[in-house]
């Protein structure tokens, strides 16, 4: 439980308005909830750090795309759609993914009845939360909030923030990035509460996609603080250390570093998710057992125990469908007969991980250093004293002449395919949208904030600005690139010309 819960004068949201998800219009309460820094597992966990020889975090990854495919065009979640269309490709599997999304619900009030000390860490996108809503899915939800909101099952789960439409960050309109990790804790405290949303502190970045341009990342990490997260999750890959080399310590905590192209830094700390993005690594819960072949490592002044981090679709594919039920319940029984499950080798969450090393005496400078990949050959070309924008844009230019691999197209797990190339046609109308988003709105939400008078709604709680805000996000989402040209892209220009519209003649 928190030390100290947010206000109880804290308005009661709803999580449907006007037939969309709430999203936006109470960026004030939302930001006083988050920016607090009350410790959130510390005061219930029940792992003594001492006693761990080394620990483990996993977390389940869900999202299905809205779609415009209803009867009438309607937006609708491509899980309905699946539902609806079940002999289409891989359609048949609608049931059992629902009941993946549910069964995390099931799992841990039972193991923790068994004696057992299980971790999770959830991280679901904003577009299934309203899919499932607008399925009347709603038992679904309800069975999360017993995992999530019951005082008895809060210490072995936690939620992970995330960019409410799936939007991978290096290739999302700078301006949107924060509006998008806004709009998730909107929906996501309309559904759990105010007090759920105050314990969510770390965030996935969608296909752990991480901005290595540095305007980029440092906006992107600028966002991630002032929605109150303390961490964030990277692939080994898509990091370096200062000086361009591979992490020599991807099982500790690191400080990621951000420099713009005017010189500013900023940090934030990350947890590093090793490996590829193998499904299997997470149904055969491989972190438990690579666990077990590690030590405790020095950090600063204090003796701590490494963590394995890593994440995984939770309902994609036969091995986490099928596979995960028995090899997750298996490793806490496990791990319950081994030492009770809070001795040697532990499951642990991010944050609970974070503030009992950090109660133990670590501090992020403390952490080793890293930074997005490739920014070591700009910061090469360009120093401190000489940081302009024009200075790193030269820099790009001349490595990308140099290496034609060189990019700044941002670096995940899917390496092997760009989010950029091949996908102007997306690419285009999603930043003209964008533009015309800000161009439409800035100047409302400039005059509402330099008018000293008030009064009936804001602008963000106004139905119009929410659709239009959710048109933008949407189109934003990585799907309509990760499938291909044909339907995907399709849906994305029909989503592009109702948010064009909408703003052309509304605002």
């Given at each position: 439980?928190?030390?100290?819960?947010?206000?109880?004068?804290l308005p009661v949201l709803s999580e449907i308005i006007d037939?969309?998800?709430?999203?936006?219009?109470?960026?004030?309460?939302?930001?006083?909830v988050v920016n607090q820094d009350d410790p959130v597992f510390l005061p219930t966990t029940n792992i003594r750090l001492e006693e761990v020889t080394a620990g483990f975090a996993i977390a389940l990854h869900m999202h299905q795309p809205t779609i415009p495919t209803g009867a009438n065009g309607e937006l609708q979640n491509n899980l309905q759609y699946m539902f609806e269309h079940p002999y289409e490709g891989d359609n048949h599997n609608a049931g059992p993914f629902a009941y993946c999304y549910s069964r995390i619900a099931d799992f841990i009030p039972e193991l923790v009845a068994n004696g057992c000390n299980p971790r999770v860490m959830l991280d679901f996108s904003?577009?299934?939360?309203?899919?499932?809503?607008?399925?009347?899915?709603?038992?679904?939800?309800?069975?999360?909030?017993?995992?999530?909101?019951?005082?008895?099952?809060?210490?072995?789960?936690?939620?992970?923030?995330?960019?409410?439409?799936?939007?991978?960050?290096?290739?999302t309109p700078i301006p949107d990035i924060k509006l998008h990790i806004q709009a998730w804790q909107h929906h996501f405290a309309a559904i759990f509460g105010w007090d759920a949303l105050a314990r969510v502190k770390g965030f996935s970045p969608p296909e752990m996609h991480l901005p290595n341009h540095p305007d980029t990342l440092f906006e992107f990490v600028k966002a991630l603080k002032e929605c109150g997260y303390r961490w964030v999750m990277v692939q080994e890959h898509s990091v370096e250390t200062l000086t361009g080399q591979s992490l020599p310590y991807k099982h500790l905590p690191h400080r990621l570093v951000a420099r713009n192209s005017n010189g500013e830094t900023i940090s934030i700390t990350a947890l590093?998710?090793?490996?590829?993005?193998?499904?299997?690594?997470?149904?055969?819960?491989?972190?438990?057992?690579?666990?077990?072949t590690l030590s405790r490592q020095q950090l600063g002044k204090v003796s701590v125990p490494p963590i394995v981090t890593q994440i995984g679709d939770g309902e994609n594919g036969g091995v986490m469908m099928n596979e995960f039920p028995s090899a997750f319940n298996q490793a806490w029984y496990q791990m319950a007969n081994e030492g009770g499950g809070k001795t040697g080798v532990v499951g642990m969450t991010g944050t609970e991980y974070l503030e009992l090393i950090e109660a133990a005496g670590c501090t992020p400078e403390d952490y080793p250093t890293c930074q997005a990949i490739g920014q070591h050959q700009i910061w090469e070309?360009?120093?401190?004293?000489?940081?302009?924008?024009?200075?790193?844009?030269?820099?790009i230019a001349e490595l990308k002449q140099i290496n034609p691999n060189f990019h700044m197209d941002g670096a995940s797990w899917t390496n092997h395919l760009s989010w950029v190339k091949g996908y102007e046609n997306v690419l285009t109308p999603m930043n003209k949208l964008s533009a015309l988003f800000h161009d439409k709105i800035d100047r409302l939400l400039q005059g509402e904030a330099e008018?000293?008078?008030?009064?009936?709604?804001?602008?963000?709680?106004?139905?119009?600005?929410?659709?239009?805000?959710?048109?933008?996000?949407?189109?934003?989402?990585?799907?309509?690139?990760?499938w291909g040209q044909g339907a995907w892209t399709d849906y994305a220009r029909e989503i592009y010309q109702r948010g064009e519209t909408l703003l052309q003649d509304t605002f």
């Open positions: 439980m928190l030390s100290s819960s947010p206000k109880t004068t037939g969309l998800p709430n999203i936006s219009g109470w960026e004030k309460e939302v930001s006083s904003g577009n299934l939360f309203w899919g499932l809503r607008q399925m009347g899915r709603g038992d679904i939800l309800e069975n999360l909030k017993r995992i999530t909101c019951n005082p008895t099952y809060q210490p072995y789960v936690e939620w992970l923030g995330t960019m409410w439409s799936h939007a991978v960050i290096p290739s590093i998710k090793t490996q590829g993005s193998d499904t299997k690594l997470v149904a055969q819960m491989q972190p438990y057992y690579e666990a077990k070309r360009v120093s401190v004293e000489n940081c302009t924008p024009e200075a790193v844009a030269n820099a008018s000293s008078y008030s009064a009936g709604e804001s602008v963000t709680q106004q139905s119009s600005y929410r659709e239009a805000l959710m048109n933008n996000l949407l189109l934003q989402t990585s799907c309509f690139r990760y």
